[in-house]
């Protein structure tokens, strides 16, 4: 990471928000038990009051002390403040002189005596308790500390210390805690969540989780180490915000308050004790073996006792523990002093150790980037095998550098592939089209196939995926079938044809010639990669899930054997059963999966992935009437897949912006992000996408107040998706609920659900059937369907048509009352079925509140007493439930509430 020189603020050009006091976040425990141990709850005399805050520098010691004697002025309580220092430390009763002024040491024969005094003094005149506060208290002289203990022995005040972990405290103050005579309380850096909370309270505006997951890392959840990194971020222009976007560029301020703070911290440290440090900044995490002889062991265990360095354990069995720095900056803060020579020289101790080890595709590529940045000149087989793994795991600047340094010392072919494919993976396609363009000779001639496959897959990955050149892409397939012949290339060749079929919109021809690939014990594992993602994804599109699920679980079996390709066959497996999921309308499933996924996925791996994981979530809202909360998962796809390069998908993730727009009833913004999308290279010429740029238009036309053209332009276009019958059937069922006759659509529809076997679209066939029929009890019966399906505005949708078909009475009450709790949780998506003279009861928050848990079974006592109110004001708003539901019974309105509130 580049260091960006450090220099004074400028309020000026920071934004208002920044320069406030920032919140308390993700401090509500330990406040709480702070604020309960300075409350004398117990008799006088007995048990612990107040007490010794413990914590790392930066952690926000000092700021709770503060919010809990703001507590404690509310309790009646005088608050005294009191500050340990170095220099203080050298003066006698220094730190806490200013509490008492008119008493002096030099007055009184001895300590005690003085105790006495001090804290007679110290007394408020209405001799109520007060509460002395000491921070930093393991600066305190030897006096100052004795009389801290004594104020507590006696409880002439309740005592509050904090001490910074890993620094060595005055014996008294060690026995406040150790003694029972105030509580201890341990405090921690602040965990992901409650660090990105902060983060996103002090910032505002769009935040992308990768975002959050790179500023903890390099803040180590700090409360003082994020609000200084941030304020010297923005002001250094690292991190920006445009047009509401959070955006860093990776560059690691050094803040003046951070510097002159662990600068202290390291200045007190011996050389070898630095140097130690600065090796692990430059090489962690390390190895026991690697660090002990790269680093004097003493040292490290010195460092280890102050909390500047953490042995921690491995994260997978049979791995070795590590070395790490406690905190990132205290690492950039020991760079920082170093020259160039030294650096180079650490860097080269580092290479030269471990050049001794037997080393894996990781241990190879820190290696390698090590020798290169001491200057020196790597084997070329280790900078190939480096730059292999750097592809790997997504480090596709690394890989790049490696790849580079390989051909410039006349690596062959296999070096330009790799790093065409680093090239690809960061979206710099022409460049990697151009590299591999110059090579193909070389390459279709080389005699290792491993390398013409590769060759020929970065190839198409770089025309037809990259830059959209499908003629290109197909060209260059034909130059491979002419020269090479061998049953491997063969095979190469045609799971890449079926990616063409694929996204043509033909689907099932491309899964055949996929299948039979997969199919072929022969093939190699890169083959057999990319034909089950073809064939995966082929059979997913067309409603095909459980043959899909049998093509994943051969992807994870791939994947569980490792090399080079697991990542990328578990990250395709979990991605399809994704897709499978939103194509047969498990919502809840896909967001479960979705989250369980991308937290593991943010720390390590690609924009592409992390776009695609996003982009599903936002798919996965809009499927579930949530046009506002999928436009925040769309952006956040948008930024990630743009990032990448890959234009065709960033084109698709567009067009499902455009929709949330439209659907929220921005039609002008939505037509201008349908237009954006629309001027990518590639834009709906794939047809994974193609669907989501034909609803936009509907809803665009919808949103403008053109229904009837809205739905006859879904029921056009559906006749494009006859290979693919889900998106098909969506598109019919759209067409309905904009106002098509469902005398026209049903038959259509139950011929979409028959050429496939998504429930999803079984259960669209059904409800159109219903419509058709006017069958009042079946759309009811439809509409619970699809609410446990999770689509809930065609749920309220069919429980408002099941409402007009009943026109009256009870039924009709609850039919109606249904749909309005449902469209409720569909963030304000207007529903197509019921005219505006339709009045649809609404309840209020409390009414829904007594409702859900009457519907649970709970008396109106127990609800009285969960609620906090009396039980007539329960029996009062049941009977408002009661007349606007048009039930008679609790036991009716679980029927008419649902399962549960939604989520």
Known sequence: MSLVDRGSRREGRLPARLLSSWPLVGRERELAMLTEAITPSAPAGEGPLGAVVVAPAGTGKTRLAREASKVAGGFGLTTHWAVGTSSASLIPYGALAHLAPRVSPSNYADAVSFHSAFI??????????????????????????????????????????????????????????????????????????????????????????????????????SPLHIREFILAAVESGSLTNRDGVWSWDGGVPLPTRLVDAVGGRLGALSELERRALAVL??????????????????????????????????????????????????????????????????????????????????????????????GERPETET?????????????????????????????DVSATVLLAAALNGLGRFREAADRLAAVEEA????????????????????????????????????????????????????????????????????????????????????????????????????????????????????????????????????????????QEGQ?????????????????GYDDVTLGMAAFGLGK???????????????????????????????????????????????????ADTLARARRMPIAEQRSRGRLDFVLADVFIRAAVGDSTGAARMALEHARDFRELPVYQARLLHIAMRLGAPATRVAPLLARSAAACSSPLAALLA??????????????????????????????AEASATAALLLRSGPAADRARARAARLAAECEG????????????????????????????????????????????????????????????????IAAVMGDHEGD
Request: hydrophobic fraction near 45%; charge should be negative.
């Open 620 to 670: 996965m809202q809009l499927l579930r009437g949530r046009p506002a909360s999928a436009l925040k998962e769309l952006r956040e796809a948008a930024a990630c897949l743009h990032r990448a390069g890959l234009d065709g998908t960033f084109a698709w993730v567009l067009a499902a912006t455009a929709v949330a727009e439209a659907r929220l009833g921005d039609s002008g913004g939505a």
């Open 383 to 411: 900078l190939l095998s480096a730059a292999e793994h750097a592809n790997s795991v997504f480090a596709f600047e690394e890989a790049i550098r490696l790849a580079e340094a390989a051909v410039e010392q006349d690596a």
């Open 766 to 795: 059904e409800h159109a059937a219903m419509v058709q029929a006017e069958d009042a009890l079946g759309l009811d019966r439809v509409s619970q369907q699809l609410e446990r399906f999770g689509l809930r505005l065609e749920a």
């Open 587 to 603: 919502l809840e499933q896909a967001e479960n999966l979705i989250r369980a996924n991308y937290t593991q996925w943010v720390p």
């Open 120 to 221: 007679t003094s110290l007394a408020p005149e209405d001799r109520s308790l007060p509460l002395l506060v000491v921070d930093d208290a393991q600066h305190l002289d030897a006096g100052s500390a004795s009389l801290l203990l004594r104020i507590a022995l006696t409880r002439a005040a309740v005592v509050v210390a904090t001490v910074r972990a890993g620094e060595p405290v005055p014996d008294p103050i060690s026995a406040l805690w150790r003694d029972g005579l105030t509580h201890r309380l341990d405090m921690k850096p602040l965990g992901h969540s409650d660090a990105a909370a902060m983060v996103r309270s002090a910032l505002g505006g769009m935040i992308s989780e990768p975002l959050l997951h790179r500023l903890y890392d390099v803040t180590g959840g």
């Open 443 to 582: 390459a279709f001639g080389d005699a290792r196939v491993d390398v013409r496959i590769q060759y020929l897959d970065c190839s198409f990955v770089a025309l037809y995926h990259g830059l959209g050149a499908d003629d290109e892409a197909e060209a260059l397939l034909d130059r491979f079938h002419e020269r090479c012949r061998d049953p491997h290339s063969r095979r190469h060749d045609a799971t890449l044809r079926a990616v063409l079929l694929l996204e043509a919109g033909h689907p099932r021809a491309g899964a055949d010639l996929a299948l039979e690939v997969l199919q072929d014990p022969d093939s190699l594992e890169h083959t057999y990669l990319v034909a089950g993602e073809a064939a995966g994804e082929a059979l997913i599109l067309m409603g095909e899930s459980t043959q899909a699920r049998a093509v994943h679980a051969q992807l994870r079996s791939l994947a569980a054997g490792g090399g080079p390709f697991a990542p990328r066959a578990r990250r395709t497996s979990d991605l399809q059963e994704i897709m499978c999921q939103l």
């Open 829 to 892: 998506v207007a529903l197509t079925q019921l005219s505006e003279s339709e009045k649809i009861p609404v309840l209020t928050r409390r009414e829904r509140e007594v409702a859900h848990l009457a519907a649970a079974g709970l008396s109106s006592p127990a609800i009285a007493e969960r609620l906090v109110v009396s039980v007539r004001t329960v029996e009062s708003h049941l009977y408002q439930v009661f007349a606007k539901l048009g039930v008679r019974h609790r036991e009716e």
């Open 281 to 374: 900044a430059l090489g962690e995490p390390l190895e026991p073996r690697l660090a002990e002889y790269a680093c004097d062991r003493q040292a490290l265990i010195t460092l280890e006792r102050s909390g500047m360095v953490d042995r921690v354990p491995p994260a997978h069995e049979g791995h070795p523990d590590s070395y790490r720095l406690g905190h990132p900056l205290v690492g950039e803060v020991a760079l920082a002093g170093l020259t160039s020579e030294e650096r180079r020289q650490l860097l080269h101790t580092l290479a030269e150790v471990a050049s001794r080890q037997l080393l894996d595709g990781p241990g190879r590529l820190r290696l390698a980037c090590w020798q290169l940045d001491a």
